[in-house]
């Protein structure tokens, strides 16, 4: 149980181009997801916390005008990387909590690669 | 400064020997605590955790981690490692200042073994 999918896990864009990252908890709903970033041989840093239903909270320093977070339903938020850049070639990893039986504990997806030529 | 730290950026050890990895928080209140692993092409995935109680932490693989009030650390323990374990290992901390919402991860530490 408590398995998180992404898709695509690996892209390549051209710079200027928009990216949508679309992160699915399979087997249980979500109350809340999160999107991080991880650099090459670095941790993960947390970019932005979507709930469904409402807008979501980003971390100092995250452009929430660059990064589109939305939570459409309990079981899927989407990260649009707009008007991407080559800097931001990244890792980006998704989690989802589960408000029910283990509403403190984050479930990971596989995360996705982002190459902007 | 609110920070979470593990010292150790890269171990190696011999299949079969023991292993701990170190990490230590700096939070004034006890933030929940986690141990991630990431191996190649997969996800995170939950080793352990702890909230509350017995500071002793059974996981998953054979890991287990003990919480140490006094020293602020939460280090991450197997008592004989297999081969598969070579993988990228996080500590990870729930602070109260975030309501237990948000994890903050250490830099990770890359664990190598030799056959």
């Known amino acids: 149980g408590a398995v998180v999918s992404q898709h695509p896990s690996r892209v390549i864009c051209k710079s200027g181009t928009s990216v949508k990252i679309e992160c699915r908890s399979l087997d249980f709903q979500a109350t809340t997801m999160f999107w991080y970033r991880q650099f090459p041989k670095q941790s993960l840093m947390l970019m932005a916390t979507?709930?469904?239903?409402?807008?979501?909270?980003?971390e100092q320093g995250v452009e929430k005008d660059k990064f589109l977070i939305n939570h459409a339903s309990l079981t899927l938020s989407t990260l649009t990387v707009t008007s991407a850049h080559p800097e931001d070639s990244s890792f980006y990893i998704c989690s989802a909590r589960w408000g029910g039986r283990d509403p403190d504990t984050q479930y990971f997806g596989p995360g996705t690669r982002l190459t902007v030529l | 400064a609110q920070s979470v730290t593990q010292p150790d950026i890269h171990i190696t050890v011999s299949e079969g020997a023991s292993l701990e990895l170190r990490c230590n928080y700096s939070y004034g209140a006890t933030p929940y605590l986690f141990w991630y692993v990431q191996s190649p092409g997969q996800g995170l995935q939950l080793l352990l955790k702890?909230?509350?109680?017995?500071?002793l932490v059974q996981g998953i693989k054979g890991f287990e981690a003990e919480f140490k009030r006094s020293q602020s650390s939460f280090n991450l323990r197997k008592p004989s490692v297999h081969w598969s374990d070579a993988a990228e290992y996080f500590c990870a901390v729930a602070p109260l200042s975030g309501g237990y919402n948000k994890l903050i991860f250490g830099a990770g530490t890359r664990l190598a073994v030799h056959p």
């Open positions: 979507s709930n469904e239903g409402s807008k979501a909270t980003y």
């Open positions: 702890y909230f509350s109680g017995d500071t």
